[in-house]
């Protein structure tokens, strides 16, 4: 019995790692909901990019992690601002799913993309980090930086949303967005900053990912549908509900995967999903009105 | 009087075509057109009102491996076991869909919650693998001699056209029949604004499970089609977001609003993929789609409307709600 509990402590614990990540995820795509009103259902998409730039700056290219981590960072910042400015932009005045549904054409487009620039071959950094034993708990360095980077970019991102000038009217336009334009606030501009700050936390998140995981041309669509869910339950747009759904999610699939095999870890999770949304329809955090 | 003077025609053409022509592959692309432009069909049924479903991969993954499962393990015929699978994903559209309806999930959540399923679908595929061979795909077993009508296993590919055909103008005839229905007009009412459609007295969650159920089913039907056609399915094929991404490509490049628009989706997205694969071979993995998204980007921009849906418009000349 004890030897199970070990298992399970070490699932917990790399369920809260794996949270991390998953948290900066769904931040990164509340925060384009919230400020925006589009869902980028090819968020996945642009981290499985940002593992690709990582793995060719630093397996092809020799380039060293110091500056790799931030050009891709930027790289995947600079897509984010492109996709809006070319996909999301045209469409701002249309049907809101309209614009849901050209994410789901960028989808298509960068998976095969991808396939056909990068090969269908399974490829990783060959970098492997040692693990940390602390009283018979193995616990891998990788994960340990992934989430210690994962809060470090969500604290940097709070404190550029409530400190700076351009986070506070980004924060105010998710709140009232016709009346900002009124106020002169030039809403193109935050537009793409948000998008650029949202590509660069998917950037960041590509980073953390691919210490742990191999990359391929499908690799967002197993990570995707799960961040989708989290923002949902949390409620989209909002982003403590987010971070704490992003958590138990977490530590649904590592425990689940814990006992069966990963894939019955996402089964579980949808349908503990399906059950919160009759508990709490409108999100975890949503207050009763 | 012209327009089902017109229709005859039409459907003498279709179903004498191919005792006039018949060579086995234009006969295999036809096939493949017709039960992907019934898929598309059902599901331009709820995108068109506004309930943009992303997991009708999963509903159509639910039908093609609820038959080939049924008929491999218990032996139970496809003529029961497509039922079964119609029920299945009836049962799984309610579970998904009732609590999305019920607690007012629209729009995008309603989006992401369907893209979630799609994609569990598939995880679930792929998990069970001791049973439906996970990514490698399912062969339904061959019944000896390779046809059998118990089996629903035809050689033949001209009873493959018959059965395709009259599944594809089943699926128009639904469309037709609910677009003359209360039915339409309720839900174009809840796609306007669902408060004041409820407070005119429209049941809101229950004509959306309506229209959601009936769609669910006629994808599953199209997934158990497929298989048997192909006798082989893989979760990449018949369920996952990209099916479901596919379906809103086809009906969106070929015309949401209009009955056939789905169909010239399916036309033009299978001829396209096939001319890539003739014309540049295994080089081309990977082309159709980056072609598909880039062209659904550029559709969605420029042509809201579809192909078919913009030529109409432009031959009636009229607003766009006077068809209605």
Redo the contacts between chains.
Sequence with gaps: MGFLDIFLVEALINGLLLGGVLALLALGLNLIFGVIDVAWICYAELVMFGMYAMYYFVSVFGIPLWFAVPATIIAIGVMGVLLHVLVIAPLLGAAPINQLLATGGVLFFLQSLATVVFGIDFRNLGIRLPTLEVAEVFISYARLLAFGAALSGMVALYLFLTRTYIGTAIRAISQARQIMALMGVDTRRIYIITSAVGGALAGLAACLLVLQYDVHPYVGLSFGPITFMICVMGGLGNMIGGFIAAFIFAEIISVGGLYLDLEWGYVFAFVFFIGMMFIRPQGLMARRS | MNRSLLWVIAGVLLVGMPFVYGAPYPMHIIITILIWSFAYTSWSMMGRV?L?S?GHGGFMGVGAYATALLWNNLGLSPWLGIPVGLVCAALLAL??AW??F????T???F???T???S??V???I??TRDLTGGSLGYTPNRVPGGSSFWAFQFTEKHTWYMIALIVWAAGLAIWYAVERSMLRYALEAISEDEDAAAAAGVNVTLEKLKITVLSAMMTAMAGALYCQYQMFVSPDTVS???VS?QM??AV?VGGLYVALGPTVGAVITILLGEGLRIGFGTSA??????I??????VF??FL?KGILGSIMGAFRRAPAKAAA
């Design positions: 506004g943009v992303l579970v998904v609590p999305c019920r607690f007012r999930i729009g995008h959540y989006a992401l919650v893209l979630a399923l994609g569990i598939l995880q679930v792929t998990a996952g977001i990209s991404l809103v490509f969106v993995v990977g082309w159709d789609n980056l598909y998204g880039l062209l659904l980007v969605i921009i809201p």
